[in-house]
């Protein structure tokens, strides 16, 4: 549920300049809420919004090619290197300046293995040049320019194991890669850890929609895309412009009560989560309308607005979760007034390392259908464990 409208007009510019962070192509507010972890937001919006804008300029040039190029794998993977080695960047830049004291971890996806070797020489040349592209372009860092071996470094600061001491950034650098490769959506998705605990996050969604996608929402002319979402410990959610067009917003889950008028997201791919699993909990649930299938944590943020009351998540047997696919998103939803649990109702652990331990899957609602929705997903669990194979118990 949206607080307040998006002001139309009303440019983030706008603002004293003292809440500002310059990002060349229109300011960065701070986060502005008081939130004794204000600045490492204004950082991480800072390193996302930058980052974005790489994976856009990589998608346009994917997307122009002829259907045979769009196979080539290496376009999303200069843009995952990319996009971590900016994030990694500033992150680290701003550091030094602000928290010199402290030791900085990062825990990523990507390491730069391939990257030394002879035959990614040549992806290292590109992921370099577009870097420096995306620093020059956005005039605010001034006359950097970063070395094949600083941009190898900045990828490998993300090797942190994480654990439950300190503080660690979580990222993924594109999160929802089929998503990024269609066109469609992925996220730069950046939390904060601190003894274990998700305090911050921020979600860059750039081709997420500015208006609802919900099922049954009013259908908007309002075609503008690009939304980030940002959120700390006790200081709530907010949404803002990736291009920092318009006032950012406060933003609260759904309050609807009724399982059967609760529309429920989870992921496009169906060899990505148990969609007939989750076909069931919406049988059980009363659920009428159909699933909102979008890539990547960009379901965090939309059902952290409002567009979905319940999001799923039960992967196939084997996966195992990892933290960064989860530790912002489950803070913008938190901070939105929701929850975030797996199969058992326990709240997800970022403190065991890189990898969350799960009870079967990920479900986020709001506090009113928690109980329900828990105890739908049981259900159908229970339902699933005794459906002889080769059926689907979603026709039970």
């Known amino acids: ?27 960065v507010p701070s986060f502005g809420t ?12 800072r390193a996302v919004t930058l980052a974005s804008r790489l994976c856009q300029a990589v998608q346009r040039k994917l ?14 993977t200069v843009a995952d290197y990319g996009s971590q080695a900016l994030v990694s960047w500033v992150l680290q830049r701003e550091s030094l300046v602000d928290r010199a004291a402290l030791r900085f971890s990062m825990v990523a996806e ?21 870097v420096n592209e995306t620093i020059a372009a956005d005039g605010s860092f001034g006359p950097v320019t970063l070395s094949k071996d600083d941009v190898l470094t900045a990828i490998d600061r ?21 998503g990024f490769v269609r066109g469609d959506q992925y996220a730069v998705a950046l939390g904060l850890l601190e003894n274990g605990k998700v305090v911050a996050g921020v979600l860059g969604c750039p081709n997420l929609p500015l208006a609802s996608i919900g099922p049954n929402g009013a259908v908007s002319s309002d075609k503008s895309t ?13 949404m803002h412009t990736m291009d920092g067009s318009l006032t950012a917003q406060k933003v609260h889950v759904s309050d609807v009560c009724d399982s059967k008028w609760a529309a429920f997201c989870e992921s ?18 009363g659920v009428s309308a159909p699933p909102i299938r979008i890539d990547s944590q960009c379901k965090y943020g939309a059902m952290a607005r409002g567009d979905a009351v319940i999001y799923l998540r039960f992967p196939h047997a084997g996966y195992r979760e990892k933290i960064w696919d989860h530790a912002a998103g489950s803070i913008v939803i938190t901070e939105a007034g929701g929850e975030v649990f797996d199969a058992a109702g326990k709240a997800l652990d970022f403190s065991k390392g890189r990898f969350l331990d ?13 109980d329900a929705v828990l105890a739908a997903v049981q259900t159908a669990i229970k339902e699933e464990q005794n459906v002889p194979k080769g059926e689907s118990s979603s026709h039970l």
């Open 358 to 370: 799960l009870e079967h899957g990920i479900v986020a609602t709001n506090s009113h259908l928690k």
């Open 158 to 178: 993300g090797s942190s194991p994480g654990g439950p001491d300190g503080r660690h950034w979580v990222l993924d650098p594109i999160d929802g890669t089929r």
């Open 34 to 45: 008081g939130s004794s972890y204000e600045d490492d937001v204004a950082v991480a919006i």
């Open 226 to 238: 690009g939304c980030l979402f940002a959120a700390s410990k006790g200081a709530g959610t907010t």
């Open 268 to 285: 496009y791919e169906a060899a990505h989560s148990k969609q007939d699993l989750t076909a069931n909990i919406a049988r059980i649930l």
């Open 110 to 130: 990507e390491d730069s293995e391939d990257l030394r070797t002879e035959d990614g020489s040549a992806m290292l040349e590109r992921i370099t040049q577009l």
């Open 63 to 76: 997307l122009s090619k002829e259907t045979q190029a769009k196979a080539d794998k290496s376009p999303v």
């Open 1 to 27: 549920m949206v607080n307040e409208k998006l002001g139309q007009g009303s440019n983030l510019a706008a603002a004293p300049k003292s809440e500002m962070r310059s990002s060349g192509q229109g300011d």
